[in-house]
């Protein structure tokens, strides 16, 4: 008999990004790093020259937080710190060739991930399910000012 827990999306959904997350602090931290410092890098691949408060948003944590973990990324040669062309207050953070191994780790170790995540899975479930999900982040990116009646 499943629990209530089991049958409510939300709940549902906060349990399976906590075990993500879970993993994923047990993997960085055998690289004695963060699961922060994981998703900075990930992030900087895909959109280099981030300011450090542009990343600290994203990563939901406050700017000097973000100043601290790029000091740890910055010491292990890791990332770089440039400064913005047009405005010295800023500046814009860059990958450096140091971090391809550990990027190529952490692509690795999400792909396995992912493959744990979805077995026993049908494709044509997974697609749904694919599908719902990026439909309830379109409903909450839409409706974030406005609460609205549940769609079923």
Do not use: C, W
């Amino acid at each position: 008999m499943k629990t209530p827990n089991e049958r409510n999306l939300i709940f549902l959904l906060h349990e399976v990004a906590h075990l993500v997350r879970t993993r994923a602090d047990q993997r960085a931290r055998e690289r004695g790093m963060t699961r922060a410092q994981f998703v900075i890098l990930k992030r900087l691949s895909r959109t280099p020259g981030l300011s450090q408060n542009e990343l600290a948003a994203i990563v939901e944590v406050e700017p000097i937080t973000i100043g601290r973990l790029i000091d740890r990324l910055e010491a292990r040669g890791l990332v770089e710190r440039r400064r913005d062309p047009k405005d010295r207050r800023i500046h814009r953070l860059h990958l450096k060739p140091k971090s391809a191994p550990i990027l190529r780790e952490i692509n690795e170790y999400l792909a396995g991930l992912e493959m744990i995540m979805v077995e026993g899975i049908e494709r044509r479930t997974f697609d749904a399910t694919i599908a719902a999900l990026n439909r309830i982040k379109t409903n909450l990116l839409v409706g974030a000012d406005t609460p609205g009646k549940p769609g079923r």
